[in-house]
C-alpha cells in the first residue's frame, strides 16, 4: 500500500485522520491510568490504514507535524468529553517539532482553548529522534515541562542512544520498547538487561512503560521489575474514542477493586478452608469475566499439558475445549463462552454445571464436572466466577 503525499495532504484536510486510544494500565491493580493516541486513517468506505503507511511519507514532506497538531486537537476535545478525568493522554511528536518556533506556546494554546491542565497532555517523542539534536532537544524538552506538560521518550531500547545520554534528557517518562521484551523473558541476559533499565530509569525518577507487552509472561516478569504502566494487546489494542470513553467509564463506575493476583494471600482462617476446598475440588479457578482475566488457584489435574496459571478467560475456555472427548467440545466451547455466561448470569442463573469427558496424560478420558458459581463483587460492578472441577467416579 502505498501513497503520495497529496493524497495524505487531501485525507488531512477531509478529516479522514482519527485519534485511536491505546490504554496504559496500572501493572500492579491493572486499572487504566492513562492512553497513547495513535493516528489512524478511516477512509470514507471504513478502511482503516495504519500510520506505518503513510507516516515515514509524511515526516519526508512536513505534513507530520500538521498531523501531529490535529491529533492534538483531537485528543483535547476527547479528554474535554471525560469531564474532570485524572487519566493523561499522550501525543506522538514527530522530531520535526524540535525546531518549531514556538511549540510550547502552541501546545499551551490549544490545551487552554480547551480549557484542560496542562498535566493531561503528555509529550512522546521517540529516542532515535533525540540523537544527535544535542542540547536543543534538552532545552526543547526542558520547555515543555516548564509549562506543565509532561514527557515521555517513546520507543527506548529500539535506537542507538545511549544511557550515557538518556541519563541528561529531563523527561518525565521512559517507554521501554516492546523488541527488548521476547515472549516469555526466560532468557537470563535478557532479563538482566531489563532489570538494569528499570533500576536506571527509577533512579533518575522517571517513570516506565512497557510497550507491545502480549503475554502473562512479560507481564509477571515486569511487575517483578517494578514497571509502573503496561500498554500492550495482553491488556487492550488501540481503539476508537468511543470505545475507550465507554472503557474508561467502565473503570471509573468501579471501586478500585483488588487485583485477582493479589487475592492469594487470604488470612488462616480463609486458608485452611481452601486447602480443604482444593482437596475435594483438584481444580479452582478464579475469573473475572467483565476484565476477561483468571487466576487459577489450585491444579491439580490428570491432564498437566501445560495451562497458563493466570490469563485472559477465553483462552482458558479454547485451552480447555482442546482437551476435552470430541463429541463434547462444543457443549463445553458454549457453556463456558464469556458472553453465554454473562447472558446466565444477568438472567438470574447462580450456577452452571456441565459433565464432560476430559482426556488425561495417559490418554483415557475421564468424566469432569465442571461448575461455575456466579459470584458479585463487593467492590466494583464487575461479574466474577469461581469455577470448581470434580473428577466424577466412573
Ligand atoms: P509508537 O508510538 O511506538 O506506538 C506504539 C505502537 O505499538 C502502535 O502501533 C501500537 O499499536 C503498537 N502496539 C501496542 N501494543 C502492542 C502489542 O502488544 N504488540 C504489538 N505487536 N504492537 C503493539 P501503531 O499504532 O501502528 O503506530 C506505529 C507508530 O506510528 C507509532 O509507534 C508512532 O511512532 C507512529 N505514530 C502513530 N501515531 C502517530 C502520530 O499521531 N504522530 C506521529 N508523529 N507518529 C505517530
Ligand atoms: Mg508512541
Ligand atoms: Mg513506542
Not at 484536510?13 to 485519534?19: D, I, L
Not at 496504559?24 to 491510568?33: E, G, L, N, P
Not at 495417559?362 to 461448575?371: A, C, K, L, S
Request: charged letters at 25%; a negative charge; one cysteine or more.
Amino acid at each position: 500500500m502505498s501513497f503520495t503525499v497529496e493524497e495524505i495532504h487531501n485525507a488531512l484536510k477531509n478529516h479522514e485522520f482519527q485519534a485511536f486510544y491505546q490504554p496504559q494500565y496500572d501493572a500492579v491493580t491493572s486499572r487504566i491510568k492513562s492512553a497513547e493516541a495513535l493516528v489512524r486513517w478511516v477512509k470514507a468506505d471504513g478502511t482503516v490504514i495504519s500510520p506505518f503507511f503513510f507516516v515515514p511519507l509524511a515526516e519526508e514532506s512536513d505534513l507530520i507535524t500538521e498531523i501531529d497538531w490535529y491529533m492534538l486537537e483531537q485528543v483535547c476535545r476527547m479528554l474535554q468529553k471525560q469531564k474532570g478525568t485524572k487519566n493523561p493522554v499522550s501525543v506522538n511528536f514527530s522530531r520535526l517539532h524540535i525546531s518549531e518556533e514556538n511549540f510550547t506556546e502552541r501546545l499551551s494554546a490549544v490545551a487552554d482553548s480547551h480549557s484542560l491542565p496542562h498535566s493531561l497532555i503528555e509529550v512522546e517523542i521517540t529516542e532515535s529522534a533525540m540523537v544527535g539534536e544535542g542540547d536543543k532537544i534538552l532545552q526543547w524538552i526542558a520547555s515543555i515541562r516548564n509549562a506543565g506538560f509532561s514527557v515521555a521518550i517513546d520507543d527506548f531500547g529500539s535506537g542507538l542512544s545511549s544511557l550515557q545520554f538518556v541519563k541528561d534528557v529531563p523527561a518525565d517518562v521512559l517507554k521501554i520498547d516492546k523488541s527488548l521484551l521476547s515472549r516469555n523473558c526466560e532468557d537470563e541476559k535478557e532479563r538482566i538487561v531489563l532489570e538494569s533499565i528499570f533500576n536506571f530509569a527509577h533512579r533518575l525518577h522517571m517513570t516506565t512503560i512497557a510497550e507491545g507487552v502480549e503475554t502473562k509472561e512479560q507481564l509477571a516478569f515486569l511487575r517483578t521489575c517494578g514497571c509502573e504502566k503496561i500498554q500492550g494487546y495482553i491488556f487492550a489494542r488501540p481503539m476508537p474514542e468511543d470505545d475507550y470513553l465507554a472503557l474508561c467509564r467502565l473503570h471509573e463506575t468501579s471501586e478500585e477493586p483488588m487485583d485477582i493476583l493479589q487475592l492469594q494471600s487470604p488470612t488462616s482462617a480463609v486458608n485452611l478452608l481452601m486447602s480443604v476446598i482444593f482437596r475435594r475440588y483438584p481444580l479452582v479457578i478464579f475469573s473475572n469475566l467483565t476484565r476477561n482475566t483468571f487466576y487459577m488457584m489450585a491444579y491439580q489435574n490428570f491432564t498437566s499439558t501445560g495451562c497458563p496459571s493466570a490469563g485472559m478467560f477465553d483462552e482458558l475456555i479454547v485451552h480447555g475445549t482442546s482437551s476435552m472427548h470430541p463429541d463434547d467440545k462444543d457443549s463445553f466451547a458454549r457453556t463456558f463462552d464469556r458472553n453465554n455466561l454473562i447472558k446466565a448470569y444477568k438472567s438470574g442463573k447462580q450456577e452452571i454445571s456441565l459433565v464432560t469427558r476430559q482426556l488425561g496424560d495417559d490418554g483415557i478420558y475421564r468424566r469432569v464436572e465442571t461448575t461455575d458459581y456466579f459470584v458479585k463483587s463487593s467492590s466494583s460492578e464487575d461479574i466474577l466466577v469461581i469455577t470448581l472441577c470434580d473428577n466424577l467416579p466412573e
